[in-house]
């Protein structure tokens, strides 16, 4: 039904109201700011607590000018070494059954003790620690740098993997020469160390790698491995470092658990390649041999942890030459003690970033010569005290300087080895615990500071989108209100925290809780001000924070993260259902007919949704990749490309159709949508079918020139989307309405004949329709959206770009349902609430996992060939986190959405703005609470198994997504208040 | 002067009440025979534990036996403890008999239908996330037996018009002990789905045993709650 006929004035709006409403929309802004600001403290304050991050020096370390001391005797060095890394070996695999206990895994891998017993010059078995987290990327970095690698290097590099600070491989690689290795098994290592792969000798490559991803296969790799060490065994010239990494024992212990037959064949097979390997270099006294354990395994055959079967994991070292003063069986060493003894052994310096002491028995020799141990004390000491001096978080830990003082000083004056060495031992003990205590132990005070900031900054969310209701009767007087008592309580927070931080030696972590809590108290100061609103709560806000309890439950187990993916569609479906039922409770038969429909769309648009995945190594084998052409390639397939082409004609096709249904596919849209869009999306499927041609191996396309037109036209797109849209938006103000003149003599003159003369009167001869009117706000704010969606949409690859436009279709969808059952009147929380919830659904949908090897990095390169500061880093962040930010751009159309302006009245369309930060603070509400339940998950489970493979990354995710969800709001916001200012200045 | 022309809805638009009719269901109810509702109310915890105990060996195998005697107990059910109009003071002892016989015309008709419905249950639960290419049998039994639990007694219970479904649809319609027992089955079976990601390796795990269990346990429950709220009208 059309609209009554309105007049509009000709005359133009007062000036003060201009100012006044564009005033108002500022003042608005500040309450997304704020609570953004709220959750930024609060994850500050968790992550500082749970994080443990360490800074990497890059210095590569020289030998000091106590290798050439007359009084540093050190021991002989071995030309080469061969290293068995036989992943998951525990020590007790290597180690003797104890009390008569038979396990399966007992007494089989028997010949490095029976070595060590019948030669013990040349053969010893250690207990060897691990630091947790026992994850076999974090030991091979430990076991190489020596150092206590956390859970996120601060130093570490654009993509994360390789090392690029100093290890024992990386000196052998500069002294003895580039290619100097051989390797074979886990490809771990090569991402580590990317020059490995250079070992060769002649025109033979002697580097094997092999995927260390499928634990469902115990064989692949090992027989792979030892087929290729014999050869280079043999060929001992070509190579200094023969490095072999075995991963059966690790995934039997996986798939299987250690105590079964499946782990008993897998450890006699080790055992044959240790007898043989032991035999292979019998008669060659230069070569030494280290049969190490990465981690150990927990009962089930897992790690990752820090339980006793995890850290305690075997090494046994072996050479023809005697080099080794006997020792006990259970000697017990740190992992990291590896790398000063390996340094020494292989006559390189020590690394300059290593925190391990040199292990007694290599260093004394068979001849106990203590001169040798004090000196390899003396230079790892002096080398941990020059890195010590670099870093500046061990400024102020005098006593353990002195230590080393006066180890140098007995060095200087005294010739008694035994105690030197025992000095020396000390400060490297007493550095590596001070280390530990900094890197390796969660700081709960400041991860309990920004739980308890995150839950008064969720209740405070609560309680104002409460009392903000619309009943205010002018919002934006209380927030002039508010304000600075939300400053002044900051402020005063900021200045007592810091105060008592001060005082408590923890200033960092007490001055970001005072000034968030302190903010807090001003606003509750502020409260009494607020009316009494006492509106009904209505059954849809139920649903949507019970939403939020739904989907914070899934923190609580590493199960429902893993497949958090398939609970959210579930979660959604269900909602769909609930809408479902609801529209059959519609009285009007045309409007339930709509709504019916529209709910059946959006829960078969939530089933499909959770169809394009890419597999975490937890989901294996449930589970089947099909983001890309085949699970082992990052490269889209053809079907995709095509589907991309039909989204990109199909999408503004269905944009139309929705603006149609009110009427506003007018004005700026056609050309907007229909054309704009169009064209963008098309060139996106462009640009990836290049990209598809040029990774194919086969094509005869030239590369080179497909490289310069790809780069042409993601930067073409890229400035239109991310620059010109936006500010052809903010410029030309592309309202979709269309003005229609009408002649009305008909009309007059059959109400004459009617003898109807009030409507003959009343009816001017001439009259303007507005087409399009009714949805004013919302076909405008909505060009907005499709601009950045087709940024958004030009960073992911094909399978993500059609997801995404998946989600534009789900969240319009959405809006009609909203508008149709009157959901954004009954409940303004739930749908910003089921879009939040729907972004972390296509967080999935676009390829990405909850973890961090999911980052698409090769989007880093879409606009440019190597890494450029902005464009990279908007490449990644619309890749990552595109499907957050578009959820807190919609935010507001669930405001805007067939809403028309109300002219002349400055109080409406200020309270349109009050609807939308209240909007907004819905979706806050839902994006905080549910990194409140993730943080508090998190630390309960802290101590959890797999902490570090699924609940640290889910609270990156988490982080991540609060984050992204509330600076979009802001941004939305702030359009929102353009859109309104702008409204306004036409219909005023 | 400028006439607007906008969109057919407006938010402000009241809503006319002109809600359908929520109940053109005048049956008078009476819920006779204690024993008889009992004893229903006993058998579905016993099936739920038989069926349990033997699903998670071949769910398929269990589930496809299972069928028929499901089935017979409730049409045995339907057939006692579904509300009969209430007797007319001048009834003859024939027209008694008709009734009794249309009885169990309804529930022949209810079950056949029930189960040409079945197809359609299985789309929910794929909806819902069910497999789409595996597992067809399990999913599809899994929806027989759904369609047993919730749709047959009601089918059997509410005149077949669109008025009537329309509510039952948007949950309002009046409250029964089967409508409530098919509303049990859907959050029972909504719930069964909670264990099934866990890591647990158990084998009640696989799909779809857990849902079966939930589907009888929720169907028991809303079961004895329709019949503590026993035939009083109350609309959810």
């Known amino acids: ?988 | 002067m400028a006439r607007i022309k906008s969109t057919p809805r407006q938010i402000a638009t009241p809503s006319t009440p002109t809600s359908p009719t929520p109940v053109p269901y005048k049956q008078k109810t009476h819920y006779p025979e204690n024993v008889i509702t009992s004893s229903a109310l006993l058998a579905f915890p016993i099936v739920t534990v038989v069926l349990s105990s033997l699903l998670p060996s071949d769910p398929v195998k269990i589930l496809g036996y299972s069928l028929p005697p499901v089935a017979l107990i409730q049409a045995v059910n339907i057939l006692f403890t579904n509300p009969v109009p209430e007797p007319v003071a001048k009834s003859s002892g024939n027209k008694k008999k008709k009734k009794a016989k249309s009885t169990v015309s309804t529930t022949i008709l209810g079950l056949v239908l029930s189960m040409l419905l079945t197809p359609f249950i299985h789309l929910i639960y794929v909806l819902f996330g069910a497999p789409v290419t595996v597992s067809l049998a399990a999913t599809f039994l899994l929806s027989a037996h759904t369609a047993l639990l919730a749709l047959f007694p009601i089918l059997c219970t509410y005149p077949l018009d669109g008025v009537t479904w329309t509510n039952i649809v948007a949950l309002k319609a009046p409250v029964t002990p089967a409508y409530t027992a098919a509303l049990g089955t859907i959050a029972g079976a909504w719930l069964g789905a909670v264990p099934i990601p866990l890591d647990w390796d158990r084998e009640w795990q696989t799909w779809p045993v857990t849902v079966v269990f939930g589907a009888y346990v929720g169907n028991a429950l809303g079961r004895l709650f329709g019949a503590v709220l026993g035939g009083k009208e109350k609309k959810l």
């Open chain 1, 1 to 988: 039904m059309p609209r009554s006929p309105r007049t509009i004035p000709a005359s133009s709006v007062p000036r003060a109201h201009k100012s006044q409403l564009k005033h108002a929309t500022r003042i608005y802004l500040l309450v997304p700011v704020w609570f953004l600001a709220l959750h930024l403290l609060a994850l500050v304050l968790f992550a500082l607590g749970f994080l443990l991050s360490r800074p990497i020096l890059p210095d590569i370390a020289v030998k000091s000018a106590s290798y050439s001391n007359p009084d540093v005797v050190l021991p002989r060095a071995f030309k080469r070494t061969v290293v068995i890394l036989i992943d998951a070996l525990r020590h007790d695999f290597i180690g003797t059954s104890g009390d008569g206990n038979e396990a399966y895994y007992l007494n089989v891998l028997t010949t490095p003790l029976m070595l060590s017993v019948s030669q013990p010059e040349h053969a010893a078995v250690f207990k060897f620690i691990a630091d947790p987290p026992t994850t076999t990327l974090q030991r091979l970095k430990a076991l190489t740098t020596g150092s206590l690698p956390t859970f996120i290097d601060a130093g570490s590099n654009f993509n994360g993997a390789e090392v690029t600070e100093d290890s024992w491989i990386g000196q052998v690689l500069s002294s003895r020469g580039d290619g100097r290795t051989a390797f074979a098994g886990d490809d771990t290592w090569l991402s580590l160390f990317p020059s490995l792969s250079h070992g060769a000798y002649g025109d033979r490559n002697l580097t094997f790698p092999y995927e260390s991803f499928n634990v469902w296969d115990l064989h692949t790799v090992d027989s792979g491995v030892t087929s290729h060490i014999w050869p280079v065994l043999e060929r001992r010239d070509d190579w200094d470092v023969l490095i072999a990494h075995y991963l059966g024992v690790d995934h039997a212990g996986h798939r299987f658990g250690p105590d079964t037959p499946q782990m008993k064949e897998k450890l006699l097979e080790m055992d044959t390649v240790v007898k043989n390997v032991v035999n292979a270099i019998k008669d060659d006294d230069e070569t030494l041999l280290v049969v190490l354990g990465d981690h150990g395994m927990d009962e089930k055959g897992d790690h990752g942890g820090d339980s006793k079967g995890e850290v305690e994991a075997g090494l046994f070292l072996y050479s023809s030459r005697p080099f080794l003063s006997p020792v006990d069986q259970a000697e017990t060493i740190n992992q990291i003690d590896l790398v000063p003894t390996l340094s020494f052994l292989l006559d390189i310096p020590v690394p300059f970033n290593n925190l391990g002491s040199p292990i007694a028995a290599a260093m004394l020799g068979p001849d106990r010569n203590f001169q040798q141990f004090a000196s390899a004390c003396r230079i790892v000491a002096e080398q941990i005290h020059g890195y010590r001096s670099h870093h500046p978080s061990f400024e102020g830990t005098d006593e353990i300087t002195e230590i080393y003082s006066a180890a140098s000083e007995a060095w200087n004056t005294s010739k008694d080895y035994e105690r030197i060495s025992e000095l020396y031992l000390a400060y490297q003990k007493q550095n590596l615990k001070t280390c530990r205590e900094m890197w390796a132990r969660f700081d709960v005070p400041s991860m309990v500071a920004g739980i308890v900031v995150f839950l008064a900054s969720f209740g405070t969310l609560i309680v104002f989108y409460a009392t903000f209701d619309g009943s205010l009767e002018c919002p934006s007087d209380y927030l002039n209100f508010l304000a600075p008592k939300i400053g002044l309580g900051g402020l005063t927070g900021l200045a007592v925290g810091a105060g008592l931080g001060y005082l408590q030696s923890r200033l960092a972590i007490a001055t970001v809780f005072g000034l968030a809590m302190g903010s807090i108290l001003g606003f509750i100061k502020g409260m009494p001000r607020f009316p009494n609103v006492k509106s009904p709560v209505s059954k849809w806000t139920v649903l949507a924070l019970s939403s939020i309890i739904l989907h914070g439950i899934l923190f609580a187990s590493n199960s429902y993260i893993v497949w958090e993916a398939r609970s959210l569609s579930f979660l959604l479906v269900s909602f769909g259902f609930t809408l479902l039922a609801a529209s059959f409770r519609l009285p009007d038969t045309k409007l339930r007919a709509t709504a019916v429909f529209h709910s059946l769309v959006f829960i078969i648009q939530s089933r499909i949704a959770e169809y394009p995945r890419v597999c975490r190594e937890e989901q294996l084998p449930f589970c089947t990749s099909n983001f890309y052409a085949s699970t082992a390639s990052s490269v889209s397939s053809l079907t995709a490309l095509i589907i991309l082409f039909v989204t990109a004609v199909t999408l503004p096709a269905i944009i139309r159709s929705f603006l149609r249904m009110s009427a506003s596919y007018e004005g700026s849209a056609p050309l907007w949508v229909g054309a704009g869009l169009r064209v963008v999306l098309l060139l996106v499927g462009l640009y990836w079918t290049l990209d598809y041609v040029e990774a194919d191996p086969n094509s005869q396309a030239h590369v080179e020139q497909f490289k310069m037109y790809k780069y042409v036209i993601s930067r073409i797109l890229f400035g239109v989307t991310v620059v010109g849209a936006p500010l052809a938006w903010f410029r030309g103000f592309p309202l979709c309405l269309r003005v229609e003149m009408a002649n009305n003599q008909q009309k007059i003159k059959q109400a004459v004949q009617n003898g109807d003369m009030d409507t003959a009167s009343k009816t001017s001869p001439v009259s303007v329709e507005i087409i399009g009117f009714g949805n004013t706000y919302g076909s405008l704010y909505l060009l907005l959206f499709v601009s950045i969606f087709a940024a958004v949409s030009l960073c992911m690859k094909p399978v993500g770009g059609i997801a995404m436009a998946g989600m534009v279709y789900q969240i319009l969808t959405l809006l009609e349902l909203g508008d149709v059952l009157e959901l954004f009147t009954i409940s303004p929380i739930v749908t910003p609430t089921v879009i939040a919830l729907m972004s972390t659904q296509y967080y999935f949908a676009t390829g990405h996992q909850a973890t961090l090897a999911s980052i698409q990095w090769d989007v880093a390169f879409l606009f440019t060939e190597s890494i450029r500061p902005p464009l990279t880093h908007i490449a990644l962040i619309f890749n990552t986190l595109g499907p957050f930010i578009l959820a807190g751009l919609a935010v507001p159309l669930t405001v805007f959405y067939k809403l028309s302006p109300s002219p002349r009245d400055f109080r409406a369309s200020e309270a349109i703005m009050g609807r939308v930060v209240r909007a907004g603070t819905g979706a806050m509400i839902y994006a905080g609470g549910l990194t409140l339940t993730n943080c508090v998950m998190t630390v309960i489970l802290r101590r959890h198994l797999m902490v570090w493979k699924i609940f640290a990354p889910r609270f990156m995710l988490a982080g991540a997504t609060v984050i992204a969800i509330d600076l979009a709001i802001v941004a939305s916001t702030f359009f929102a208040g353009k859109a309104i200012a702008g409204v306004y200045d036409v219909f005023g």
